[in-house]
Each structure stands twice: as C-alpha cells, then as structure tokens.
C-alpha cells in the first residue's frame, strides 16, 4: 500500500485546513488507490474503522470489506430471508457494478511510472524512500494526475518554484532545482518532468522544515524536535498557491527574524566571495579602528557586513566583527586585524558560510511560534533574554553548564518562582562530588549546613534556604524532564568571566531580582519581591506563563546588523557541519 501522510503538527494542520476548505488533493479517496483513508502515523497502513471519502459523492463509507460475491455453480448459503413486495411482484433489480472509469493516457503513464520507480531497488536512506511512497500516495488521491502540468502546459505554480529551488542555496539548503531543464513535450516526458518536480519541491520543503539533521545524534541532551512538514501538505501548499507557489515554498523555512538576519549574512558572504574571486585578501600593516586601507572592502564582504567598494575605514563595527572571528577561530580577541587574522580570514570563508548555515540549522529545530513574549538563553552567548513584541527588554548574563555537565537544549514553561529556595541536591553531585569529600573530612556536611537522611536507601542531601544557599535567594521554575531551572548564586564573581560554563547544568542569572520584576510584569517591582526574603520557602506564579528557549547558536546577528560569533563549547556546531557534510 501507498503510505499516507500524518496529520499531526503544525504541517498537518495545515493539510487538514486545506481539506476543510475543500482542496481537492487532500478529502479524496480515489478509485485506484484501493485502500482506506490514511492513518495518524507516516508512513503506516490504514486503520479499521476510519471514514473515507467517496470521490465522486463525498459521502463518509467505512472500510469495512464488502460481503464476498460467491463463486460461479457454487451454491450460497442464505444468510437472511430477504422481503417480498407486499404486491407479490418482483424483487427490483441488483445494482449493476461498474468498473472504475478508465485512466487518461497521461495519468495512465504516470500510475505506470510510480509504480515502476516503487518497485526498484532505493539505494536512498529510508527517509528519501519514504518521501517517495508519501508522493505515490498523493498523485494516487489525484487519480494519478499531473500536479503541475495541464493539458500538457506548465501551470502558473512551475515558474516561481523552479526559480526559488534554483535558489535553495541561499537558505543552505542541498536541493536539486535542475527539474525542468528541457520542456516536456510528449506524455513520458511530462510525466518524468511532473515527478522530477514534485521530489525537488518535497526535498525542499522538508530540508527548510528540518529534515535534514536530527538533534537527537546530535546530543542527548537536545530535547528539541524539528516539525517536518509532511510532502502531501508540502505538494498541496505549494501547487495551490499559483503565481505565489515559490513564495509558498519559500515559507517551510523558519520564520523568525533572527533566522533571517542569518540568512542575508550568508548570501552576503557568498557575494563577498565572487566579488573577491576567492583570492587572498593581502599583507599589510596591522589595522586599528580609524585607519584606512585598500584591503577594507573585501574585509567587510568576508565577514558580511555592509559597506559598500569605496569605504575604506577600518571601523569600530568591522573592528568588533574581527574581534569577534578571532575569538571564534582561537586567535586573540584583540579586533586589529593582524597577519596572523589576514591568514585566517583569507582561507576562511567558507569556515564562515558552514558556521553560518550551521545555526541556520538549528532554527529549524525551533517552533515556528514562540510567543509575544518570551525568555531566551543563548548557551555559547552566556546571556539570557526576555523578548516582548520582537525586542528585547531584559538582558541578564548567564553561568551555564560545563563542558562534562552541558544545559541541556530545550523548551518549557516558566510558571512560578521561589524566593528562598532549599537545594535538594542531586544524586550525581552527592555520588561524584560530596561522597568523596565526606571520605576526606567527615564533618563536611555538618560544617556546610546540610540536612543529611535516608529515603527508600538513598542518601538524601538537603541544603536549606539561606546566604549561602547554592541556588541564591530566589529560582525560577520551568517544570521540564531534564531537572534544570534558573537561579541566584552566592558565587557573584563568576559573572566577570567572559566564557561562563561552570555549572552542572542549570543557568545561574546574574542580577535575577531585576529578572523576576521583568517576568513577573505589573504589580512585582524588585523591592517587593526581595521583601519575600527569609527563611521559609515562597512561591510566586506568573500572571503569564512564559515560554522558555535554551538555545544552542554559535552565530547571530546583533541589534546593530554585525555578526557576532561564540565559543562552540559543547562541540554541537562542529557536529551538526558534519551532518550537514560542511567543511569548516
């Protein structure tokens, strides 16, 4: 059986929109396909029980399988005695079955195709085999007609989605948009041509919705999941939208501004690079902000910012921009561009698009809705965010997890807050950390103030609230699987650090009396919530809860339009490039 799409996510209802408006690819079950509607699961079977759609009169039928017609000279055996006309005249006449209504010799030809290519050995990974049944599957809800061609001609949709998947690159994506370099003339080549663009259109909208890399190889403590776009919902969306079909397609990528801001430094990258012709970009004297030089122009276009041939100034912006590339290829972040920068910068732009594209990447294991207002922690940035209405209005260092002990990547709901937390510490800190310790220095706990009893034969370490209280005064509750919050610290001089990757996994917030006010909104200035300081425990919920984001983005775009590189220091970018099969 031809696998049917899924219905479930934010693609798929889209798809089931689509059917409620009526479009016709999506409610329809077609004569030839011989099966019953689709399953909630992609790809699967059909399930016992669930309602399709007769083609022509729309009429809900189950799937139930009709009673066997018995076979010739072979008696049948009564099941029920069938009523007589209370006339006592004849039975009206068994309604005649008739054979489905023959193909059109293209959708014949078509139907001939998938089901050939089907039948052929897939050297692709399972993925790409199951996009192609998912396919198979909608020209087969379509009668096998052509998704893009009509009467032999080129519908309004071809043009635009030829001209953005010849411009997939700009998004980094690996799309062959090379479908329809000859005009089809005859039923097999329109049939070769339909099927080409119907794969290319599919790649594109999956690769663009996160297909491509699954967190999960990434790390086990990626808890995030792209929201693949299912190809039915893809070919319905973009065949639908016309003369606006590229622009359709173009919408699978991530919508938010941050992903486009990255997205306009790669192609300024890769138009730096053919205006340069990929040459060395020179030897000269050390650069410092405000002096001139002829190698300035293609110093911007390496490292995408705006400028145009005629600007010759080594700026601050382009100085803050080096000093950041430094720091990200292990140079000193001094911004002067010295040779030892020249060197690196002149075989580095490619280094630079795979980083680029490598967190591009990661935006679409974002969700395309994150909230009016939100929190976000960039890890590599060691910074926290709260965003209201696209900007920001709270901005908060961060402490984060250690290399051996990573915060995690993920997204939940900041509900409450507590002043004068205790600390029930962690079993991993006790087994690896306080055992040994107590080994050492058996008053440790007793000297520490810990609360130390047994529960179910497990040693149980309590800290309670207090100064020295490891999670500070106050802590900020996300209820997630991974056991991670925000939180207060009595260690205040890790802030000045520039690289703050000391924790075991929860983020430590520099000034989280200011965080609270912000989160907490109107009514809950910074003096009312400090006067909730004491000895007991004190829950506050949010008016609102908050979606939170702890990202995982080694490249962005800064309020002043440069790019800003991190640290990749929990290797996830190095990982993702290589997935992605990036140098660099």
Known sequence: MLAPWRWTGFWGALALALCLAGFPACGEASPHLGAAAPSADWPGKARPGVLAMAPSQGVPLTDEAPEAEPRDGAAQAPSEAKPMP???????????????????????????????????????????????????????????????????????????????????????????????????????????????????????????????????????????????????????????????????????????????ALREKLLQSRLGQSLAGGAAIGSGPVLRPGMRDKRVPRIRARLGLDGGAEDLVYDTKIAAAVAAFQKANGLPASGHLTGQTVAALSGGASSLRAEIVANMERWRWMPREMGETHIEVNIPDYEAVVIDKGAVIERNRVVVGKEETPTPVFSETMKFLIVNPAWNVPQSIIRKEML????????????????????????????????????????????????????????????????????????????????????LGQGWSESRVKKLIGGKERYVYLPKPLPVYLEYFTAFVDEAGALQLRDDVYGYSRRVKAALGLQG
């Open 86 to 260: 209370p006339d006592g005249g004849a039975l009206p006449a068994e309604p005649v079955q008739t054979a489905a209504p023959a193909l059109a010799p293209v959708n014949a030809a078509l139907k001939a195709a998938l089901e050939v290519r089907s039948g052929l050995p897939e050297p692709a990974a399972p993925p790409r085999r199951r996009e192609r049944e998912a396919i198979a599957a909608f020209y087969a809800l379509r009668d096998f007609a052509p998704v893009w061609f009509s009467g032999g001609t080129a519908n309004a949709a071809v043009a635009p989605v030829v001209s953005r998947l010849n411009h997939a690159a700009d998004d980094g994506l690996d799309v062959d948009g090379s479908a329809l370099a000859v005009a089809p003339g005859t039923d097999a080549e329109i049939v070769a041509a339909d099927l080409a663009l119907s794969d290319s259109v599919v790649a594109y909208g999956r690769q663009a919705s996160g297909s491509r890399v699954d967190p999960r190889m990434i790390s086990r403590l990626i808890g995030v999941e792209p929201e693949v776009a299912d190809p039915a919902v893809i070919l319905a969306l973009v065949v639908s939208a016309g003369e606006d079909a590229g622009e359709a397609l173009r919408r699978f990528n991530p919508p938010q501004p941050a992903y486009e």
């Open 436 to 519: 040994p310790r107590l080994a050492a220095d058996p008053g440790y706990f007793q000297r520490m103030g810990y609360e130390v009893f047994s529960r179910a034969g497990h040693l149980v370490v309590r800290q309670p609230p207090g100064e020295k209280n490891a999670l500070g005064r106050i802590k900020f509750m996300f209820p997630n699987d991974f056991a991670v919050y925000m939180h207060d610290t009595p260690l205040r001089r890790l802030f000045a650090s520039a690289k703050r990757a000391f924790s075991h996994g929860c983020v430590r917030v520099d000034d989280p009396f200011r965080f609270a006010e912000t989160v």
